[in-house]
């Protein structure tokens, strides 16, 4: 049963415009969220993280917006750029977790 | 440089051959794990470790065996391997152990079982 859920396998965006990636989960012992990214042929490397204590989290280009009552998450990209051109995995924990547990992924496209 | 290296990157090999991939990372970490992305499935953790001879089971963990006899090294073992361990393994760190952690990842290690 997939806790943590990405319902858009693919995106594409214009180069400088708006990159919006959701992301939905279902288990309400999830307090911490986070953003991974990954390039082909690599390992993800970890983005930008909300703690459930908050619902906005900024890292330059990179916002996270989390809404607990509905229960999803998304991640912002202003402006996009080409070399965001990636998979982007959502994953989700809590205090005394021994795992994070992630989405299926969303490829992010930008188009120059 | 900080990291959590894999080898092999690439392997195919044959139902049943024993085969081992390492993990090693340089960051003093006490929490190591292992994790199968595979098309539409994301990733999913097969194995993970808190310390040195501390192992437990993640969500995948049939066919797969793993040890921790040094805090640095978590080797992922596959004593039978079957065409359905095809996949893209990831070994992954983390330097918090209880609670939410940002985990750090090795390049990945595509395995192929004919």
């Known amino acids: 049963d997939q806790q943590v859920k990405q319902n858009s396998p693919s995106l594409s965006v214009q180069e400088g415009r708006i990159s919006i990636l959701n992301c939905d989960y279902t288990?309400?012992?999830?307090?911490?969220f986070l953003w991974y990214k990954k390039y082909p042929a690599e390992g993800p490397t970890f983005l930008i993280s909300?703690?459930?204590?908050?619902d906005k989290n900024e890292d330059g280009r990179f916002t996270v917006f989390l809404n607990k009552s509905a229960k999803h998450l998304s991640l912002h990209i202003v402006p996009s750029q080409p070399g965001d051109s990636a998979v982007y995995f959502c994953?989700?924990?809590?205090?005394?977790?021994?795992?994070?547990?992630f989405g299926t992924g969303t490829r992010l496209t930008v188009i120059p | 440089e900080a990291q959590v290296t894999q080898n092999p990157r690439y392997l195919i090999t044959v139902t049943g051959k024993k085969l081992t991939v390492t993990c090693s990372q340089n960051?003093?970490?006490?929490?190591m794990s292992w994790y199968r992305q595979d098309p539409g499935l994301g990733l999913r953790q097969i194995y993970y470790?808190?310390?040195?001879?501390?192992?437990d089971k993640g969500d995948v963990p049939e066919g797969y065996k793993v040890s921790r006899k040094e805090k640095r090294n978590f080797p992922l073992i596959l004593e039978s391997p079957s065409p359905n361990q095809t996949s893209l393994y990831f070994c992954?760190?983390?330097?918090?152990?209880?609670?939410?952690?940002?985990?750090?990842f090795g390049p990945g290690t595509r395995l192929t079982v004919t």
């Open positions: 470790s808190m310390n040195v001879e501390v192992t």
């Open positions: 992954a760190s983390s330097l918090r152990v209880l609670g939410p952690y940002e985990q750090y």
């Open positions: 960051m003093n970490h006490e929490y």
């Open positions: 994953a989700a924990s809590w205090a005394g977790a021994n795992n994070l547990f």
């Open positions: 288990n309400s012992m999830f307090d911490y």
């Open positions: 909300i703690s459930s204590i908050k």
